[in-house]
């Protein structure tokens, strides 16, 4: 240090922070390019939180340039939904069917809401069911399973045929000039569910099989013709669009009884939209730096350390309780409320300025007590709002579950794409009101002068 400098070093913990569930629904359907790695198929009801239904909107991929052989018979067209797992009840029945939609169909390139109404894209009429039979399964048992090599394990399948009238359709298109051509002449299906409301299933993949047969000579001189019986795929692939669209009838009405009855906690629920704001009063924090470290003109403020854990009260559901199966978000976002529509449209990676990521991890205290919390580091966020002339009075974030992607450097793995959470999860934190243990900010701050002493 050389003469005349000063250094003031404080340490601080901001506990007049509020939370509180976010006013604004977030409920987009991103483009393929941001499709998770499953869709929720089904219904299922959770005691506190009302009733989840969760139905498929999709097209498929024709197979462009493909012509059938000469002398070609249809045998049969099949539905397949491949599932990895389920959510809720395994071993309570689940009844499945499928429409074929005839007033809309889905653009490459938009934007849905997971809440938009199917009745816009099908009229779910007799004469847009497509399946011969509805299929009722119970998922633990994965009927008609495939038992995948490279996962030493069975895939969930559930098989529809389909019945004639669409099976015709389907096989009289007996070449594929473009895959617009094919969405004019098939727009998609809308898969959903009928009965049962335990569970709904964790959807990989899904395809539509024509299966059939055709004959051929070995040899042209050969009088006799053999029969090759084949198959051609079409795939709910990336070349395509499918919507997960979502319906929690009772969603508003649950979660603001909870609030009422006690707010103690807040409540993080996906793929319910029901997230919660964190208000940070950044005013009163600047202020009570400056005011720590002495006169603005002469000590310069800097924030060595800031810190804000959040408690998670349900980390060790054993699913007898009443969030019945559903555990909390691996990993959290936290991202400034004026940025997340932008964040999710534009693909936003982490950010230490407005976008932050925490991972839900365990520690255990003096008393062998286990505590399971999202520690987020808040210092370069408040550095830049510190430097800020026309910083609000309050920085409002908001609490999302997300999933992560990563790319491969030469040196370490990197976050590529952030998703919303689309697996059901319940998380409860402690709120900012909580009653022993609120959540708060630790703070290490300095102030710092250059004053020459003559």
């Known amino acids: 240090m050389q003469e005349g400098e000063e250094v003031v070093v404080k340490t601080d913990t901001l506990r007049n922070i509020r939370s509180y569930v976010w006013e604004k629904e977030l409920m987009l359907a991103h483009p393929i390019i941001n499709t998770p790695d499953s869709f929720l198929l089904g219904e299922c009801s959770m005691v506190a939180l009302g009733t989840i239904k969760a139905d498929i909107l999709t097209q498929f991929a024709c197979p462009v340039g493909f012509t059938y052989p000469d002398s070609v018979t249809l045998d049969s067209v099949c539905l397949y939904v491949y599932y990895s797992s389920w959510f809720g009840d395994g071993y309570s029945p689940l009844r499945l069917t499928a429409y074929e939609m005839d007033l809309q169909g889905l653009s490459y390139d938009s934007v849905y809401s997971s809440n938009l109404n199917p009745l816009d894209y099908c009229s779910m009429t007799p004469a847009t069911y497509v399946v011969d039979n509805d299929r009722t399964i119970v998922p ?34 007996r070449s594929f000039p473009s895959q617009e051509w094919f969405n004019e002449q098939m727009k998609g299906l809308l898969i959903t569910s009928n009965f049962g409301s335990s569970n709904c299933l964790y959807v990989s993949d899904m395809a539509i099989g024509l299966h059939y047969h055709y004959y051929y000579k070995n040899q042209p001189e050969d009088t006799e013709y053999q029969s090759m019986a084949d198959a051609k795929f079409f795939y709910a692939n990336q070349e395509v669009r499918q919507v997960n669209r979502y319906d929690f009838p009772q969603r508003d ?14 409540y993080i629920v996906s793929p319910a939209y029901v997230y919660t704001v964190v208000e940070i009063p950044m005013r009163q924090m600047k202020e009570r730096i400056q005011d720590s470290i002495g006169d603005e003109n002469k000590m310069r403020p800097y924030i060595n350390y800031a810190s804000l854990e959040i ?14 199966w559903a555990y909390p978000a691996s990993t959290m976002l936290l991202i400034r409320e004026d940025s997340v529509d932008n ?42 709002y510190l430097r800020q002339e026309d910083a609000p009075d309050n920085l409002r974030m908001v609490l999302i579950p997300v999933s992560l992607e990563y790319s491969t450097t030469s040196s370490s793995a990197v976050v590529s794409k952030v998703n919303i959470e689309q697996s059901i999860t319940v998380t409860q934190i402690k709120s900012a009101q909580h009653h022993t243990s609120p959540m708060d900010i630790e703070m290490v701050y300095s102030g710092f002068s250059n004053v020459v002493i003559h």
């Not at 408690?311 to 019945?324: K, L, M, P, Q, R």
């Not at 407005?354 to 505590?371: E, N």
Request: negative net charge.
């Open 343 to 384: 964040f999710f449209l534009n693909n936003g990676l982490p950010s230490d300025y407005y976008a932050l990521i925490g991972t839900l991890v365990s520690t255990i205290d003096s008393t062998d007590v286990t505590h399971y919390a999202y520690e987020f580091d808040m210092v370069n966020l408040f550095e830049r």
């Open 140 to 173: 633990a048992t994965k009927t008609d399973s495939i038992y995948s090599s490279a996962r030493s394990a069975y895939i969930g399948t559930i098989v529809f045929r389909m019945n004639d009238r669409f099976a015709e359709k389907l096989f009289s298109m």
């Open 311 to 324: 408690e998670v009260e349900n980390a060790e559901s054993d699913g007898s309780v009443w969030w019945n």
């Open 253 to 266: 009405e649950y979660v603001y009884e909870m609030m009422q009855e006690d707010d103690s906690s807040n």
